[in-house]
């Protein structure tokens, strides 16, 4: 089985740059990736985190998928609850339209950020699970324009008309989601990213009780912070980095982002260096042949055919390298166009 590999792009702004670097960036990146044959891009949605750029997926999405020509692009994800669901319809059909069978709605029901900050972006949100559940309900009917009587939807219709809607992906780090996207018959991907427990068992379950309309079946993915070096050193410098944002994002510190020289004579103390041995089962970095052994058993510990790697790094050029590394070991198909050059 030949294993898929996708990008997860946070947007991270590197210690010194700014937004408008990192979105370019961004830009960058997307392009490799098309061309090394990575099978998606998705964007991640977060508000209030000054260390990164992108707070709407579906505005970026649109911005980058211009700028290639294979690879699928989507949202991992939109916070749903963030948003009204007319709106999220809307956005996805228009972003369908213009690139018909390569885009990807990611939906989850995290905040994204700070509650504060989620009550703000949607005022009639009461963070209640049931109303998620109804906006499941209601996005899947406006995307396939399913006239339920006596609903809204025999009125209301989400526009533009296309033939063709986007592939619906569940993300969960809990792993009670994955019996949402069972249910309604949603692909699904676990952030192993955020939560390095229970993974494999949530990805069972959803694949046990599956009710697809018959043309579907369950896919999964799972995502993970990866980043592979040309050296031990550098990945070490990385894995270093790493640890220590981590365990500052647990304490609250979430825009902190230090250098290696900053941090690589900081002594943790036995609780924190526990912590940190717990963090680094959501991360996996080393030169290519230890990255590669080490994603290709995740994906066989979860029994799912593509990981989504989430890379971070003090350097835009060694992010890039990092990818092409992986790319290299997994031997991706690149785009026909690549293959030419």
Same mark, same amino acid.
């Given at each position: ?14 210690? =010194? ?26 964007l991640s949605e977060h508000h209030n ?10 505005? !970026? ?12 692009? =989507? ?37 994204? *950020? ?83 427990? *229970? ?14 309309? =018959? ?31 981590? !365990? ?9 982002a230090p250098s290696y020289e900053a ?22 970095? =080393? ?12 994906a066989e510990q979860f029994a799912v ?37």
């Amino acid at each position: 089985m030949q294993l898929k590999l996708s990008v997860l792009d946070q947007t991270p702004i590197r210690r =010194g740059s700014t937004a408008v670097e990192a979105l370019q960036e961004s830009v960058a990146l997307a392009r490799l990736a098309d061309k090394l044959g990575y099978t998606r891009y998705w964007l991640s949605e977060h508000h209030n985190i000054t260390t990164l750029a992108g707070a709407a997926p579906e505005v !970026l999405i649109a911005r980058l998928a211009a700028e290639t020509k294979h690879i699928r692009f =989507g949202s991992g994800g939109i916070m749903l609850p963030n948003h009204s669901t007319l709106k999220v319809a809307e956005n996805f059909r228009l972003l369908e339209a213009l690139y018909p069978g390569r885009i990807d709605l990611g939906i989850g029901r995290a905040p994204g *950020g700070d509650r504060l900050t989620a009550s703000l972006l949607n005022p009639s949100n009461t963070f209640d699970p049931q109303e998620y559940l109804t906006q499941i309900i209601d996005l899947k009917a406006f995307l396939s324009e399913d006239v339920r009587p006596g609903t809204v939807h025999e009125k209301v219709k989400a526009i533009p008309r296309v033939e063709t809607i986007p592939d619906l992906w569940m993300l969960t780090s809990s792993g009670e989601s994955a019996y949402l996207a069972a249910h309604f018959g949603m692909s699904l991907s676990f952030a192993q990213f955020i939560n390095p427990v *229970g993974g494999p068992e949530a990805v069972a379950a959803y694949r046990k009780l599956f009710k697809g309309d =018959g043309s579907q079946t369950p896919q999964a993915s799972v995502s993970i912070f990866a980043f592979c070096g040309d050296t031990e050193e550098k990945a070490a410098q990385v894995q270093a980095v790493m640890d220590y944002r981590l !365990l500052s994002i647990e304490r609250g510190k979430i825009d902190e982002a230090p250098s290696y020289e900053a941090i690589k004579d900081y002594e943790y103390s036995r609780e924190e260096w526990a912590r940190v041995q717990y963090n680094r089962m959501r991360t996996v970095t =080393g030169t290519p042949d230890v990255v590669k052994e080490k994603i290709t058993k995740l994906a066989e510990q979860f029994a799912v055919d593509e990981v989504m790697i989430a890379t971070f790094a003090d350097h835009h050029e060694d992010r890039l390298r990092s990818y092409t590394l992986l790319a290299e070991q997994f031997s991706l198909v690149p785009a026909p166009e690549a293959i030419m050059r």
